[in-house]
């Protein structure tokens, strides 16, 4: 059963797509029908900036499964990291 559900989260990143990296300004996740994933349903996240058009977009679908195991090794890493690097400001590569 589809939830219509949808969270739109506002961040700061980075995406590849077909033409390389792009900022990635929003995520958006949602439970439905796959488009490509072997699922009935899945956990779709959609990474993308909308100012850069349809081709600034990484698209997920996960099953169930996958998409806990994800999260909970997100929420492990982030928990494991020194407080210090968490809050530091970015460094520009040269």
């Known amino acids: 059963m589809c939830t219509y559900l949808t969270e739109v989260v506002e961040l700061q990143g980075s995406g590849k797509g077909p033409e390389?990296?792009?900022?990635?300004?929003?995520?958006?996740v949602y439970f439905d029908?796959?488009?490509?994933a072997p699922a009935e349903h899945t956990l779709n996240v959609d990474l993308l900036n909308p100012a850069l058009g349809a081709g600034a977009r990484v698209a997920m679908e996960l099953d169930p499964s996958a998409a806990r195991a994800l999260a909970t090794a997100i929420l492990e890493v982030l928990g494991s990291a020194p407080a210090a690097v968490l809050t530091q400001p970015r460094q520009v590569r040269t």
């Open 20 to 28: 390389g990296w792009f900022p990635v300004t929003t995520a958006s």
């Open 33 to 36: 029908h796959p488009v490509h």
